[in-house]
């Protein structure tokens, strides 16, 4: 792979596949990462510990907090909390409780500017951030090289939480004819991790920093929701840069956006005719079949640098 420029966009503190997805950024030699936008709820708290994994890894990259509300959701949602998080080291760039986020959707705007076609943004929680920036000023969001986004789910009927959490950012990225590239959940899901691999990841006690935090963090989550993880987030980043465990074809698809059906995505190219006409909805990449065995290898090859445990 090139060497490419991502900007990520996470909800990170919630699922723990925000925080394995950043420190896999940080680890792959081929990806530059040049910033990070947090989104949804308390997006300070969220910042912060992205700055923390970033100085772990001795990475001087700006972090912003972003918007915390969304376009329509009042849904909550809850941070992997602890006091070390409010020290001044971990601080992002922007003020949140001066610019109420806003300032992340400006740093955005600034780096499409500056990088245009080489930049990709990966969007790993709810759209609100990508799509405020394109709504405050789309010819710049149009040089984008790509949106690289996690959520949805277009082969099942599943109103998958990043969208339904903000389905009217949603609707707005996936109606912004931008080259947006989707990887929904009903793959992702395909990547749940087995006691094992999780136990690789919860009992590391190596030189690397982020990965003794990581496994912390695993272990708190663990507690917590009582599952092992999948690796959502990972797939969507690592697959921004270098597609080859994916397999992705465009689709027409449409955002339920009201009623009981909310967050739910329609793929209409796998509807009948009597749906009305589908060049007139919006047409996007979409993640169709994952090699889940391969990509697993790969990614415990990247962060421990051993074969993958079955």
Not at 5 to 19: F, H, N, Q, S, V
Not at 150 to 175: K, P
Not at 184 to 193: A, E, H, S
Request: with cysteine.
């Amino acid at each position: 792979m090139d060497r490419k420029k991502i900007l990520m966009d996470t909800d990170i503190g919630d699922d723990i596949d925000d925080a394995l997805a950043l420190v896999l950024a940080l680890k792959i030699p081929e990806a530059e990462l040049i910033g990070v936008t947090t989104v949804f709820k308390d997006t300070d708290i969220r910042a912060r510990e992205a700055r923390r994994i970033l100085l772990q890894e001795n990475r001087k990259i700006p972090v912003y907090a972003g918007l915390s509300g969304s376009f329509g959701s009042t849904r909550e949602g809850f941070s992997q909390y602890e006091p070390e998080l409010d020290s001044s080291e971990y601080m992002p760039d922007n003020d949140y409780k001066t610019d109420g986020g806003g300032g992340a959707v400006d740093f955005i705007l600034d780096c499409v500017a500056k990088y245009g076609n080489d930049l990709t943004i990966v969007a790993l929680g709810p759209l609100t951030n990508v799509a405020a920036a394109i709504a405050k000023d789309e010819e710049t969001m149009k040089k984008v090289g790509k949106i690289s986004l996690m959520g949805g789910s277009f082969y099942s009927l599943l109103n998958e939480w990043n969208f339904l959490c903000d389905t009217e950012a949603a609707d707005l990225v996936l109606h912004s004819r931008l080259n947006v590239e989707c990887y929904g959940i009903d793959v992702t899901k395909k990547l749940q991790l087995t006691g094992c691999q999780f136990k690789r990841i919860v009992s590391y006690e190596g030189e690397s920093e982020s990965l003794r935090y990581l496994a912390r963090l695993s272990r708190m989550w663990n507690t917590f929701t009582g599952c092992i993880p999948m690796l959502h987030d990972p797939l969507a980043l690592y697959c921004a840069l270098d597609p080859q465990y994916v397999l992705l074809e465009e689709q027409a698809v449409e955002l339920v956006c009201e009623g009981a059906l909310k967050g739910v995505v329609l793929n209409r190219d796998r509807s009948t005719f009597y749906f009305g006409d589908k060049l007139k909805l919006p047409r996007v990449k979409v993640a169709k079949e994952v090699l889940d065995r391969d990509f697993l290898e790969k990614f415990f090859e990247i962060l421990y640098g051993k074969e993958v445990l079955r």
